[in-house]
């Protein structure tokens, strides 16, 4: 919510402030540039950090960057605070992996990534035609102030409710057994052993670059951030300024793709630890789902070849569709990650995947720089092209990473 906004403010925040197309992508690449850049800082601050504190002091922090945007009048304050946003959400992540790696057992992770996961595409999608809405009613900087409010409040939330397994008063014994021997590291040191614990050394961070199968999974996550990327930013302008809908048209139509993603984020978590349970090997769970819809992605292009603005939708709804279905990468991490590394290798992970937040918005801006878009679906179906092909020549066998000399 807080990284779309911007998006759907995009068409008025343009027009009021009298922004270029050219402008508006810097504004949208700012929070990718921050973001992608500290991933790995981010991972390695996961590592060392305990969770809850630091993920109800980052998102504190996160939610105050969204309020002040509704405050600004140039473009520098704008990129600055699009930039601050990053900073603070970059070690989100690889907290919500480490997270979800300390709850789950193997076989019932790759579900519980995709329903956290799904959740960014059913709010994208309930809250798009609300955020247009309230652009309608109050302008485009009442966008910002709603979004920061409710996520302080998600700030209050995530300290009520979230413990680690260890720490949680209705976890059992026996419950905290079935997650370790099914794979889950539930073992998150206390604050005592998290003061006494060795600090971070090089050889991990080198481990997380040494790897063909984890090289694999990176390249392929900053090809699936083209899409998710179109249509975090852009797309509202798409229907607008491209195709001819009126703002609340867009707002509800928008709508309609992230449903698409939800549907196929919560399908492909589902089949992945089906087939694993069914007795297909950790590979061909694991990759099938990511496949399908990395070619499905594709679709994208055909919005190329129609007037019909029902057919649009129906393709973008299906290249989404397909994202989701590709969405749960992070189950890689996961799995392939040294299992003292999760943290840094998850920032790697994600700061070469967003990679595409701090390229693709402005790639997008430069190649639709005319009011045409043709080329920038082009663009985004070759690259979901080039990672349907990493995943399947790079990624090999898909089982846990052991540390040579270890």
Same mark, same amino acid.
């Given at each position: 919510?807080?990284?779309? &906004?911007?998006?759907?403010?995009?068409p008025?925040? !343009?027009?009021?402030?009298?922004?270029s197309?050219?402008?508006?992508g810097?504004?949208?690449?700012a929070f990718?540039?921050?973001y992608?850049?500290?991933?790995?800082?981010?991972?390695?601050?996961v590592d060392?950090?305990?969770?809850?504190p630091?993920y109800?002091?980052?998102?504190?922090?996160?939610s105050?960057?969204t309020?002040?945007?509704?405050?600004?009048n140039?473009l520098?304050?704008?990129?600055?605070?699009?930039?601050?946003?990053?900073v603070?959400?970059?070690p989100?992540?690889p907290?919500? &992996?480490?997270?979800?790696t300390?709850?789950f057992p193997?076989?019932?992770r790759?579900?519980a990534?995709?329903?956290y996961?799904s959740?960014?595409?059913l709010?994208l999608?309930a809250?798009?035609p609300?955020l247009?809405?309230?652009v309608g009613?109050g302008?485009?900087r009442?966008v910002?102030?709603?979004t920061?409010?409710?996520?302080?409040?998600g700030?209050?939330?995530?300290m009520?409710?979230?413990?680690d397994?260890r720490d949680h008063?209705?976890?059992?014994?026996?419950e905290?057994e079935?997650i370790r021997?099914?794979?889950?590291?539930?073992?998150?040191?206390?604050r005592?052993?998290?003061?006494?614990?060795?600090?971070?050394?090089?050889?991990?961070?080198?481990?997380?670059?040494?790897?063909?199968?984890?090289?694999?999974v990176?390249?392929?996550?900053?090809?699936?951030?083209?899409?998710?990327?179109?249509?975090?930013t852009?797309f509202p302008t798409y229907?607008?300024?491209?195709?001819?809908?009126?703002?609340m048209?867009?707002?509800y139509?928008?709508?309609?793709?992230?449903?698409?993603?939800f549907?196929?984020v919560?399908?492909?978590?589902?089949?992945?630890d089906?087939?694993l349970?069914?007795g297909?090997?950790?590979s061909?769970a694991?990759? =099938?789902?990511?496949?399908?819809?990395m070619?499905?992605?594709?679709?994208v292009?055909a919005?190329n070849y =129609?007037? &019909?603005n029902a057919?649009?939708?129906?393709f973008?709804?299906l290249?989404?569709?397909g994202?989701?279905l590709?969405s749960?990468a992070?189950?890689f991490?996961? =799995?392939?990650?040294?299992?003292r590394?999760?943290?840094v290798?998850?920032g790697?992970?994600?700061f070469?995947? &967003?990679?595409s937040g701090a390229t693709?918005?402005s790639?997008?801006?430069?190649?639709?720089?005319d009011?045409?878009f043709a080329?920038?679906?082009?663009?985004?179906?070759v690259v979901?092209?080039?990672?349907?092909?990493?995943?399947l020549?790079?990624?090999?066998?898909? !089982? !846990?990473?052991?540390p040579?000399g !270890?």
């Amino acid at each position: 919510m807080d990284r779309v &906004n911007i998006s759907v403010a995009g068409p008025d925040l !343009r027009e009021d402030l009298g922004l270029s197309m050219v402008q508006m992508g810097l504004i949208f690449s700012a929070f990718g540039w921050t973001y992608s850049l500290l991933q790995i800082p981010g991972g390695i601050v996961v590592d060392l950090v305990r969770t809850r504190p630091l993920y109800g002091t980052i998102m504190f922090l996160w939610s105050a960057a969204t309020l002040l945007q509704g405050a600004v009048n140039s473009l520098a304050a704008l990129i600055g605070l699009r930039m601050s946003l990053g900073v603070f959400q970059a070690p989100s992540y690889p907290a919500h &992996n480490k997270m979800v790696t300390r709850w789950f057992p193997d076989r019932e992770r790759a579900t519980a990534i995709a329903v956290y996961t799904s959740a960014q595409f059913l709010g994208l999608a309930a809250l798009s035609p609300i955020l247009a809405a309230v652009v309608g009613f109050g302008g485009w900087r009442t966008v910002f102030f709603v979004t920061g409010a409710i996520s302080f409040a998600g700030v209050l939330l995530m300290m009520l409710f979230y413990r680690d397994p260890r720490d949680h008063p209705g976890v059992t014994p026996e419950e905290l057994e079935e997650i370790r021997r099914g794979g889950g590291l539930v073992d998150e040191p206390s604050r005592a052993q998290h003061a006494q614990r060795p600090g971070f050394v090089w050889s991990d961070l080198a481990e997380a670059f040494r790897h063909r199968q984890l090289w694999g999974v990176y390249i392929g996550q900053y090809c699936l951030g083209a899409l998710f990327l179109f249509f975090l930013t852009w797309f509202p302008t798409y229907l607008k300024e491209y195709r001819g809908l009126y703002l609340m048209t867009t707002g509800y139509l928008g709508a309609v793709p992230f449903l698409g993603a939800f549907c196929g984020v919560l399908l492909s978590g589902y089949l992945s630890d089906l087939m694993l349970r069914r007795g297909f090997s950790m590979s061909a769970a694991r990759k =099938t789902p990511v496949l399908c819809g990395m070619l499905l992605m594709t679709v994208v292009v055909a919005a190329n070849y =129609t007037e &019909n603005n029902a057919l649009v939708i129906a393709f973008m709804t299906l290249a989404f569709f397909g994202n989701g279905l590709a969405s749960i990468a992070w189950v890689f991490v996961s =799995t392939l990650a040294p299992a003292r590394c999760i943290g840094v290798v998850g920032g790697v992970f994600n700061f070469i995947g &967003n990679l595409s937040g701090a390229t693709v918005p402005s790639i997008i801006a430069w190649l639709a720089r005319d009011g045409d878009f043709a080329p920038a679906l082009i663009f985004i179906a070759v690259v979901s092209l080039i990672g349907f092909g990493s995943y399947l020549f790079l990624v090999g066998e898909v !089982r !846990r990473i052991e540390p040579a000399g !270890r």
